[in-house]
């Protein structure tokens, strides 16, 4: 609790000089998600306890032969439990930060950021789709399967259907003609085409943001070395932790250079096979020309 008070000053010190726009970030929700559920968890904590107390004294005090109610201690035990989950949650997604040291992993935070908006759009362009379909099947076969007896059940099913492990013989069996019409309807519309723009926008923002890292420096990175330089004189040029330290510098920021390096030099082998073709169809000829001959 030590901690979440000074983390709790340095939230109100970053929103004291914000102001309000200190809500326009997205950590800063996850600070206050980690603060609010850590005070939640204290409060709970207390009231589980004095639940506990008030049991524990009532069957010593009748020993055990009176009936004791154990569903608001039960009730208690789960908040704590959902309120400790989120606090884990929003404290994982907090360490995602130190992704910010890795090239690599920054440039996919920075390519989700870059296409935010496209990806909104298509958000709410998928989700009127998805809700058309979902409505689609579960009135046409709310009686025939019992995937489609719930709104939820035909979410599920339908995501099956999205990852391509789920079998149409339901669906057939119910209705011949309009099971696997909607089925390919579906595949057509959600898998084929929307799928396909999701994946269209997340490479082109990717192939952006690598550009622009190519010609813009990490600081970060360009930090953590330099704090790993000052460690180093500290503790010795022949300590055996400036070798742990040059392993994990190689191992968990990659030597991103040498990399960026090989990927190019693969790159600029790599040709096109239509290119290639004319070539491959004269070799063909002339391997039937030979074979005619003999």
């Known amino acids: 609790m030590v901690f979440v008070v000074y983390y709790m000053i340095i939230t109100i010190q970053h929103l004291v000089r914000m102001k309000t726009s200190y809500f326009l970030h997205f950590w800063s929700y996850i600070d206050l998600g980690?603060?609010?559920?850590?005070?939640?968890?204290?409060?709970?904590?207390?009231?589980?306890?004095?639940e506990s107390i008030r049991i524990s004294n009532l069957f010593s005090e009748t020993n055990g032969y009176v009936y004791i109610n154990l569903q608001t201690t039960v009730y208690v035990n789960d908040i704590l439990i959902y309120l400790l989950g989120f606090c884990c949650f929003f404290g994982t997604i907090k360490f995602l930060r130190l992704c910010r040291f890795h090239r690599r992993l920054m440039i996919f935070t920075e390519t989700?950021?870059?296409?935010?908006?496209?990806?909104?759009?298509?958000?709410?362009?998928?989700?009127?789709?998805?809700?058309?379909?979902?409505?689609?099947?579960y009135l046409l076969f709310i009686s025939e399967i019992s995937t489609c007896s719930t709104l939820l059940n035909t979410a599920q099913m339908l995501l099956q259907i999205m990852s391509m492990k789920y079998d149409i013989r339901e669906l057939r069996t119910a209705a011949p003609f309009l099971g696997p019409f909607c089925f390919s309807l579906f595949i057509i519309l959600v898998v084929f085409i929307c799928m396909s723009m999701f994946i269209t926008i997340i490479i082109d923002s990717f192939r952006i943001v690598r550009k622009h890292s190519k010609m813009n420096h990490n600081e970060d990175y360009e930090v953590l070395r330099y704090m790993v330089r000052r460690f180093q004189r500290w503790i010795g040029k022949k300590d055996y932790l400036l070798i742990v330290l040059q392993i994990i510098l190689c191992l968990g920021l990659g030597k991103v250079g040498l990399m960026e390096e090989c990927d190019e030099k693969v790159r600029s082998r790599y040709c096109d096979p239509i290119e290639n073709f004319p070539d491959k169809i004269d070799q063909l000829l002339e391997a039937l020309n030979r074979v005619r001959s003999n």
């Open 34 to 50: 980690i603060i609010g559920c850590s005070w939640g968890i204290v409060g709970v904590y207390i009231w589980r306890y004095r």
């Open 112 to 137: 989700l950021q870059y296409a935010r908006k496209d990806l909104i759009s298509f958000s709410l362009m998928f989700s009127i789709v998805f809700m058309a379909f979902l409505s689609l099947f």
